[in-house]
């Protein structure tokens, strides 16, 4: 059953590096608000990491790459380095937890190799947890300080689109699997000290019987010539 953990975190990290791929590519980071004179559906736009698409009524959506870095806010800018990282992080830990599962043939029959693999994993997993949280919330909170702004126009105004709730829900997963992967290694941690531990105390049972039986020898030899010498002693007195 607790091997099965180590399956289920695998399984939750395929899903992280999709969603962490899918946020980072998809255009929906922020969207139109249809609110006061924009209540009226004319014209939609989206704003991503990497591109901008507009569509109007009754005409294909279109989108373009961005011309500049620059022209990005301060906060998407981050956004794109944060989840680049992410990406990269969560491709880097699956590797890493594929390899120190208990079923895996990395390292062997060497459990501390492979539950500090394991670890490692699990820490790569909250790392990246952080680096898709921070960007995603970042831009949430932008997003509803500028749409609750009386200065800024109801034009530009924007609300949280679906690559923001999906980052979300990939950061906690991320976090699960993290957490999973590091109460596995605890257990495995455990049994192997445990293991450690009986061994040792086997080891000096062992080292007691053979001084016992070497002991238990010596003292028999030496019975053996006091009989002798007393044998001796006799046929000299007879003598």
């Not at 109007?56 to 959506?61: G, H, L, P, R």
Request: hydrophobic share 45%; aromatic share 10%; net charge neutral.
């Amino acid at each position: 059953m607790k091997q099965k953990l180590e399956i289920v975190a695998l399984v939750l990290g395929f899903f992280g590096l999709f969603g962490t791929i899918a946020v980072t590519a998809l255009p929906t980071w922020k969207v139109s608000a249809f609110i006061g004179a924009n209540l009226i559906v004319m014209e939609e736009l989206w704003e991503g990491l990497w591109m901008t698409c507009y569509r109007q009524i009754n005409i294909k959506m279109q989108c373009k790459v961005y011309d500049s870095l620059l022209s990005l806010p301060a906060e998407l800018q981050a956004a794109r380095g944060f989840m680049c990282v992410s990406i990269a992080l969560v491709f880097i830990a699956l590797i890493v937890t594929a390899f120190g599962i208990q079923k895996s043939n990395c390292c062997g029959d060497n459990m501390k190799s492979k539950n500090i693999i394991l670890a490692v994993g699990g820490c790569l997993y909250l790392i990246s947890f952080l680096t898709t949280l921070i960007p995603v919330s970042w831009v949430g909170h932008s997003i509803i300080r500028q749409f609750y702004n009386p200065t800024v126009l109801d034009a530009e105004k924007r609300e949280m689109g679906q690559a923001i709730f999906i980052g979300w829900g990939t950061s906690g997963v991320l976090l699960a699997t993290g957490i999973i992967l590091l109460i596995r290694y605890s257990q495995r941690r455990s049994k192997e000290d445990h293991g450690v531990y009986i061994m040792e105390e086997k080891s000096a049972i062992k080292e007691d019987s053979v001084y016992l039986a070497q002991t238990g020898s010596g003292m028999h030899k030496f019975q053996e010539y006091l009989m002798f010498q007393t044998e001796i002693d006799y046929l000299q007195l007879v003598k």
